[in-house]
Structures are given as C-alpha cells and as structure tokens.
C-alpha cells in the first residue's frame, strides 16, 4: 500500500488481497487436479477461505464466473475446517496462525492446494506461500508439500515462484 493512499475500508498490512484473490484463480489454473478430473459427476473447483476472509468482494469478483477449464468455481468461507465441506484451493488466513500447524496436518496428504500468507507458510507445509517483495506480491511453492497432496503444478507457475522445500525439523514425510 502506497503512503498518503485513502481507502474507504482498510486492508490488512499482510499484503494486497485484490492481487492475491486474482492469484488464487490463476494458480488454480496451473495444477493438474487429479481428484476433480476423476470426480465423474463433480464439474466444480471449489475455493475456501478458512477464518477471517480478508478478500472480501475482491475474492467473489476474481472467482465467480470465471471457470477453470471445464469446471466451474464455487466459495465456501468458515471458522472452522469442517464448515467448509469439500475444498480444493483452501486458503487459510492469517486469522488462524496460532493454528496453522493443526490444519496443515489436518489436509495434509489430501489433493488440497493450500495457500496462505503467513511467514513460514510454505515452509511449514503449505503449499503457496504469498510474500510482499519490493512493493508488489511474489509467491513461493512448496514442492514437498504438492507432490504429498498429489497435484503436479505447470512448469510455467513455477517458472514465476521461488521454490522452497519442507523444513526437515518440523515435518517428516
């Protein structure tokens, strides 16, 4: 966020979520989706935004009505894991750092695309990881963490992403 800049609902500092909430489409784009291609009747991808949804419209405005591929795209948003039914793309907000850890572990292994924007994210085994870099948002992917939930992401996402592994002291395989 540039200084002097006014907006009439302020954003979290964690990062620009009009920006990231176009991302999250967009990465959604680049990953073989093993689970829905073999869902028979599923034609949906569906996106979840666990805790505090920082996207607000901006989420909705980038994902609704704007199909991957064959399938269309739905959003659920929840407090808790559970309420959110069947994920895809689940993005865990910054509102759950202190539990984080827990719902890593909870998908972990399952075809689910984590994302988050919280330090150490993909580190800890998410996924993507969103990181403020020079005024704009860059990303990191955590290899480890999706050949384990089975998603093989485009050569030309990770092309664009700086590419981390599993931190060794806190995950096992």
């Known amino acids: ?3 002097g800049s006014s907006l009439t609902s302020p954003l979290p500092p964690a990062g ?4 990231e909430a176009q991302d999250l489409h967009r990465f959604a784009e680049f990953v073989d989706w093993p689970a829905v291609e073999n869902a028979g009747a ?6 979840c935004v666990l ?18 591929g064959p399938w269309s795209t739905e959003i659920a948003r929840g407090k808790r ?31 689910v695309l984590t994302v988050g924007d919280t330090p150490d994210f993909a580190s800890s085994g998410g996924i993507i990881q969103f990181v403020p870099e020079d005024g704009r948002v860059s990303f ?31 995950l096992g395989d």
């Open 81 to 111: 894991l559970q309420d959110l039914g069947e994920c895809d793309v689940l993005f865990v907000s910054p509102s759950e750092t202190a539990s984080q850890a827990k719902i890593l572990e909870q998908v972990r292994g399952a075809e």
């Open 140 to 170: 990191l992917i955590n290899v480890d963490a999706a050949k384990r939930a089975g998603l093989t992401i485009q050569s030309s996402l990770l092309a664009l992403a700086r590419i981390v592994h599993d931190r060794r002291d806190k």
């Open 1 to 3: 966020m540039m200084a």
């Open 51 to 68: 805790g505090h949804d920082p996207f607000g419209a901006a989420l909705d405005e980038s994902i609704l009505g704007h199909p991957i």
């Open 16 to 19: 620009n979520y009009r920006t």
């Open 42 to 47: 599923r034609r949906t991808i569906n996106f």
